[in-house]
Each structure stands twice: as structure tokens, then as C-alpha cells.
């Protein structure tokens, strides 16, 4: 007698990543776009080469604290959210389960079941984990999209870091003179490269995602130098 086995169909998705890609594409690009404008507009104010590096370092080491710090706090209040609604449900579970019971097997029949066979859902999911099956297709929460504070946090000032990394390498390896056009080339290359990265690691149309990062880092650096030419002033 043959046996039958069960056999999970493997797929890739991407959602998995979802909080720690956000926080490291976010923090890669303020890292590179916020320091290479700095660096550019007190550039642009005719500043000497020493005054160009020491407000690129400071800009590095005040711009990682406050990503990882505003970071951390703003994942912390979600995840804070998330807690108390789980917290409200599980309370709602135990003092009224035919009422939970109700609303989940309306849930299934708003996605297409009928009232028997979602009836018949609501009791299977409720019996192996409610708390689990309200908190997917009531709250809309999982364990894939579950706010994490530290890793955000870790995950947004390191790529911070590297992006700042950027500009100021640029700036020690170049002459004073060709400050402005070496940064600019160089960032615009890197936000074509973390678009094209990003793009990759969460499955996203390529072309699309360098587009918009490269643009918008463009307009930043452009205000900024002309900031600093207008003024002639470190900005």
C-alpha cells in the first residue's frame, strides 16, 4: 500500500524582510543623500577642505544616533500597539467567544465562503489558536510584519553609516577643487546602486525603484548647493 505524503509547495516571497529592508533603505539613503549634501553646500560656501570633512563626520555621527534613536522609538510605539491590541483581543476571546466566533466566520464569508464552511473555519482556527487566527485576519498582524524596535534600529544607523561613508570618502581621496563634481557623480552613483540592491532584495521593479531614489537624491543635493552658493556659508 502506497503511502501519501504531504508536500509543501516552496515559494519565495519577500515579505519576510519587509522591517529590516525598510529601515536599511531608508537609512542608506538619508545616510549617502543627507552627508553628500552637507558635504556639498559648505563646499559650495567656499569652505576650506578641513571644515568640508568635519562637517561630513558630524553630519555621519549625528544622522546614525538619530535614525537609530527615531527609529527605535517609532517602532516601539507600534509595536506598543500591537501589544495592547493583542491584549484587548485575547480579553475579548475569553469573555465573549460566540461573539468572536461571529465575527471571525463574518470575516470568511466577506472573502468569499459561504456561511457553513466558514462557520466550520472559524471553529477549526479558533480551536487550534484564536488568538493567532483573530490576530491574522481580524488585526491584520503577523509574525512577518510584527514590529521589531532593535533591529530597526540597528538595521537603519548601520546603513546609515555605510551611505555616509560614501561622500566622505570621496572627500578625503580628491583634491578641494573637485569636491563638488566628484561627490555628485559618486552619490549619484551609489543611489543608483542601493536602488537597484533594494529593488533586488525585496522583488521590486528594478528600473522604477533607481528612478526614484536617484531623482529625489538629485533634488536634495541640488537645493543644498545652491543654498551654499546663495549664502557662501556653511548650511
Known sequence: MMSHRYQRHHE?????????????????????????????????????????????IAGLVAGAL???????????????????????????????????????????IERGLDEPLAAQVASALMAHDALGAHARDELGLSDNTAARPLQAALASAASFVVGAAVPLIVVLVVSRAAVLPAVSISVLLALMVLGALSARAGGAPMLKSVARVTLWGAIAMGVTSVAGLLFGVAV
Open 12 to 56: 519565495h516571497h519577500n515579505s519576510h524582510r519587509l522591517g529590516w529592508l525598510r529601515a536599511s533603505v531608508l537609512g542608506a539613503n538619508d545616510g549617502i543623500v543627507s552627508v553628500s549634501s552637507l558635504v556639498l553646500g559648505v563646499a559650495a560656501g567656499q569652505a576650506d577642505a578641513k571644515s568640508v570633512m568635519l562637517a561630513g
Open 66 to 108: 538619530s535614525m537609530a534613536a527615531g527609529e527605535y522609538v517609532s517602532v516601539s510605539s507600534q509595536s506598543d500597539t500591537e501589544r495592547a491590541d493583542l491584549e484587548m483581543e485575547q480579553r475579548e476571546i475569553e469573555a465573549h467567544p460566540e461573539a468572536e466566533h461571529a465575527e471571525l466566520k463574518g470575516i470568511y
